[in-house]
Each structure stands twice: as structure tokens, then as C-alpha cells.
């Protein structure tokens, strides 16, 4: 797998740049194919998949029931049987309803058989706050699979990211948990023209700095670039990392900002506690404790339900402002 070469690039949205990667594996190999609700003649709740039943058919991209564990446990019998599903669930909350199939089955089968079994296969995942669709709808449940050993965890921030991800997912032997957040599908970005994909598990720096490291993935990365700019006004040389996937996880970039900074700030969308971020922190306290100047910082969601009005959900998430305080205050 490789990097794209951005020489010749286009503008994108994240929307589009799923819709494109999704296509263009469909053309590469016969053995990719789409289901969940709404995804064929409907295009997908979030259109992601629109325009897709009009090229590959219904044999390529059909709808299925109202079923968690029916999209799940089915695109694990068909992977087991040689094909590359991708399937969709309309919210990454509803991963709670098909838990079973993606922790028991799809995590655990290639282990329980001895590697003699694949399981080839993408569940798509809308995560993420929106615009008040409730407790239910709106969660970054990312961290419950970190209790889900064989399951890669897959969060791209940007349209570039989205695409080279996702087709390195679809190839992928081991089964991926691809999460979209449902405030970025209009997100707009460089996307390389050619051929590309991007390596699971490897970071990236999206801004380079000294003073301070900000680990984070989906839409925080925005959220922290905002405030890193911001903090540069007031000459604090903020590195913001996004570490793009939480399995496979690169302890080697985490490991190597902490000590070229000495500062780290984790931040994401999640709940605080019992997030990806106390798993990084607890790393990062084994291997680097040493090249710490002050204690690490997590700036997170609260730990309660998200509200229905869009005014309290504003409130609830984790902003720019937040990120700049923990900024302010880490390097003091």
C-alpha cells in the first residue's frame, strides 16, 4: 500500500470521496459488494452510497431489514465464503445491536480457527453529534472496541484520508470498523486524482510544532487545528497528531511526539471517561513518563448522555475554546 502522490488532485468532500472509493473497489474486484439499510436505490441516510445501485446493480448493493445483527452476521457468512463486504449500519450506535456479530464473531473467528479463516469485511459506522438526533444517534462509541481484539478501528478526519483508508480497508484480510462522522460528510478537501491508498495504522502529523502535542482523530483534528492556530498567536508551536486508526494503533508516533514536545493532549469526541484517550494517556505513562514536563491533559466530551437540543448539544461537545484553555494551561 502507498501514500498518494498529491501532485495532481481534485476538491472532494468526505461524502464523495467515500462514494468514490466504494465505486472504484467494486470495479477492481467482484467480490465487493454493499448491503445495509437504504444503501441501493435510496443512496445511504447520508447518501454515501448514491449512484452506486444505478452502476453495480441489485446483486452488487441491496437494501436489507431493520436488523443490526442480520447486516453484521450476514456480511460475516459472506466473508467467510470469499467475499469483501462492506456493510453499512445507518448509526455507530446501533454497533450495541449487532455486538454479538461484530465482537464475537467478526473479531474473534480468523483467532479461534487458527488463521485458516479470513474475515474480509468493512462495517461502515456514522458517528458523531449532529444537529440534535439525540442520546441515541450521536455517539462515538470507538473506544467499546478496543474490548474487541481482531477488529481494526478506522476514524479518517479528511476526504483524502476517507478514500486512501477506506480502500485499504476493503483489501484488508482483517475485519475493520470504519467510522464517519455525521457533521463531516460535507467537509471539503485536496483528493489525489491516480490510484492510491493509505496504510492502516500509520499517523499523521497534520501540523508540525514544539511546544505541545495534541493526539486526536475524526472531527477533533479540525476542532484542534482551529485552536493550534489560534494558540500560535500567543507562541505556543502546537503538533497536532491524528492518529487515524486506535487498531492498529502507532505507538511510534505517540511515543515520538511526547518526546520531541514533552506536553500531551488528547482529545476527542467520546465520552471522557472510558475513552480511547485514557488508553493513550496509559501508554504513554509506561513507555515515555520520563520525557514528560507536565501532566498529560484530556479534553473530551462530559460524561453524560448527548442532549437532543442542538443549543445543550453545542455545550456538550468539546470546542475550539476548550482545546485552546488545555493549551494555555499545559505549557505554563
Same mark, same amino acid.
Given at each position: 500500500?502507498?501514500?498518494?502522490?498529491?501532485?495532481?488532485?481534485?476538491?472532494?468532500?468526505?461524502?464523495?470521496?467515500?462514494?468514490?472509493?466504494?465505486?472504484?473497489? $467494486?470495479?477492481?474486484?467482484?467480490?465487493? &459488494?454493499?448491503?445495509?439499510?437504504?444503501?441501493?436505490?435510496? +443512496?445511504?441516510?447520508?447518501?454515501?452510497?448514491?449512484?452506486? &445501485?444505478?452502476?453495480?446493480? %441489485?446483486?452488487?448493493?441491496?437494501?436489507?431489514?431493520?436488523?443490526? $445483527?442480520?447486516?453484521?452476521?450476514?456480511?460475516?457468512?459472506?466473508?467467510?465464503?470469499?467475499?469483501?463486504?462492506?456493510?453499512?449500519?445507518? &448509526?455507530?450506535?446501533? !454497533?450495541?445491536?449487532?455486538?454479538?456479530?461484530?465482537?464475537?464473531? $467478526?473479531?474473534?473467528?480468523?483467532?479461534?480457527?487458527?488463521?485458516?479463516?479470513?474475515?474480509?469485511?468493512?462495517?461502515?459506522?456514522?458517528?458523531?453529534?449532529?444537529?440534535?438526533? +439525540?442520546?441515541?444517534? @450521536?455517539?462515538?462509541?470507538?473506544?467499546?472496541?478496543?474490548?474487541?481484539?481482531?477488529?481494526?478501528?478506522?476514524?479518517?478526519?479528511?476526504?483524502? #484520508?476517507?478514500?486512501?483508508? !477506506?480502500?485499504? @480497508?476493503?483489501?484488508?484480510?482483517?475485519?475493520?470498523?470504519?467510522?464517519?462522522?455525521? +457533521?463531516?460528510?460535507?467537509?471539503?478537501?485536496?483528493?489525489?486524482?491516480?490510484? &492510491?491508498?493509505?496504510?492502516?495504522?500509520?499517523?499523521?502529523?497534520?501540523?508540525?510544532? @514544539? #511546544?505541545?502535542?495534541?493526539?486526536?482523530?475524526?472531527? $477533533?483534528?479540525?476542532?484542534?487545528?482551529?485552536?493550534?492556530?489560534?494558540?500560535?498567536?500567543?507562541?505556543?508551536?502546537?503538533?497536532?497528531?491524528?492518529?487515524?486508526?486506535?487498531?492498529?494503533?502507532?505507538?511510534?508516533?505517540?511515543?515520538?511526539?511526547?518526546?520531541?514536545?514533552?506536553?500531551?493532549?488528547?482529545?476527542?469526541?467520546?465520552?471522557?471517561?472510558?475513552?480511547?484517550?485514557?488508553?493513550?494517556?496509559?501508554?504513554?505513562?509506561?513507555?515515555?513518563?520520563?520525557?514528560?514536563?507536565?501532566?498529560?491533559?484530556?479534553?473530551?466530551?462530559?460524561?453524560?448522555?448527548? %442532549?437532543? @437540543?442542538?443549543?445543550?448539544?453545542?455545550?456538550?461537545?468539546?470546542?475550539?475554546? #476548550?482545546?485552546?484553555?488545555?493549551?494555555?494551561?499545559?505549557?505554563?
Amino acid at each position: 500500500m502507498s501514500e498518494p502522490n498529491a501532485s495532481a488532485t481534485r476538491t472532494l468532500t468526505i461524502g464523495a470521496a467515500i462514494r468514490e472509493a466504494l465505486a472504484e473497489e $467494486m470495479r477492481r474486484d467482484e467480490r465487493v &459488494f454493499i448491503m445495509g439499510e437504504d444503501v441501493a436505490q435510496f +443512496g445511504g441516510v447520508f447518501g454515501a452510497t448514491k449512484g452506486l &445501485f444505478e452502476e453495480f446493480g %441489485p446483486k452488487r448493493i441491496f437494501d436489507t431489514p431493520i436488523s443490526e $445483527m442480520f447486516i453484521v452476521g450476514g456480511g460475516v457468512g459472506a466473508a467467510l465464503t470469499g467475499m469483501r463486504p462492506v456493510v453499512e449500519l445507518q &448509526f455507530a450506535d446501533f !454497533l450495541f445491536n449487532a455486538a454479538d456479530e461484530i465482537v464475537s464473531k $467478526m473479531g474473534k473467528w480468523r483467532y479461534m480457527h487458527g488463521g485458516r479463516l479470513t474475515v474480509p469485511m468493512v462495517v461502515r459506522m456514522p458517528a458523531g453529534a449532529m444537529g440534535g438526533v +439525540g442520546p441515541e444517534h @450521536s455517539q462515538c462509541p470507538e473506544a467499546m472496541l478496543l474490548q474487541a481484539p481482531g477488529v481494526y478501528i478506522v476514524i479518517p478526519s479528511t476526504p483524502r #484520508d476517507a478514500k486512501g483508508l !477506506l480502500k485499504s @480497508s476493503i483489501r484488508d484480510d482483517n475485519p475493520v470498523c470504519f467510522f464517519e462522522h455525521k +457533521g463531516m460528510y460535507q467537509v471539503s478537501g485536496d483528493v489525489p486524482s491516480g490510484e &492510491f491508498t493509505i496504510p492502516l495504522g500509520v499517523a499523521d502529523v497534520k501540523r508540525a510544532g @514544539s #511546544d505541545v502535542s495534541v493526539i486526536c482523530w475524526g472531527r $477533533m483534528v479540525h476542532v484542534v487545528l482551529k485552536a493550534a492556530a489560534e494558540a500560535a498567536k500567543q507562541g505556543i508551536d502546537t503538533e497536532v497528531v491524528d492518529l487515524r486508526c486506535l487498531r492498529p494503533l502507532d505507538k511510534d508516533a505517540i511515543l515520538a511526539t511526547v518526546r520531541k514536545t514533552g506536553r500531551l493532549v488528547i482529545c476527542h469526541e467520546a465520552h471522557r471517561t472510558g475513552g480511547a484517550g485514557a488508553e493513550i494517556a496509559a501508554l504513554v505513562a509506561e513507555e515515555a513518563l520520563d520525557a514528560l514536563a507536565a501532566p498529560i491533559r484530556r479534553v473530551c466530551g462530559p460524561d453524560a448522555p448527548i %442532549p437532543q @437540543s442542538q443549543h445543550l448539544e453545542r455545550l456538550w461537545l468539546p470546542g475550539t475554546k #476548550d482545546v485552546l484553555t488545555a493549551l494555555q494551561e499545559i505549557v505554563k
